[in-house]
Nanobody
């Protein structure tokens, strides 16, 4: 099994946008769900959004209407489009493949 790889993080101003990518280079046939989590300093890791292979999405209440999770046609890459970012969104974001494989995480910093 190959870990998913996150990309697209960085520094953005409050109110700005970022798009994170989660790329799966291993076998994708056994993947039934991709989830994005985040962990801020001193806080527990929390679910941000998930996308099932059947297309069902789930979002944390705090990001509904501002974040969108979607995938490419081949299920190789799942994106998290984050708009209207708030300072409290600053965290390390992790991609999980079927809740068993985890990426290394990528930093998202919100600052003016």
């Amino acid at each position: 099994q190959v870990q998913p790889v996150e990309s697209g993080g960085g520094l953005v101003q409050p109110g700005g946008s970022l798009r994170l990518s989660c790329t799966n280079s291993g076998s994708i046939f056994s993947i039934y769900i991709i989830a994005w989590y985040r962990q801020a300093p001193g806080k527990q890791r929390e679910l941000v959004a998930s996308l099932s292979k059947g297309g069902t999405t789930n979002y944390a209440e705090s990001v509904k209407g501002r974040f969108t999770i979607y995938r490419d046609n081949a299920w190789n890459t799942v994106y998290l489009q984050m708009n209207s970012l708030k300072p409290e969104a600053a965290a390390v974001y992790y991609c999980s493949s079927s809740y068993t494989l985890w990426g290394q995480g990528i930093q998202v910093t919100i600052s003016s």
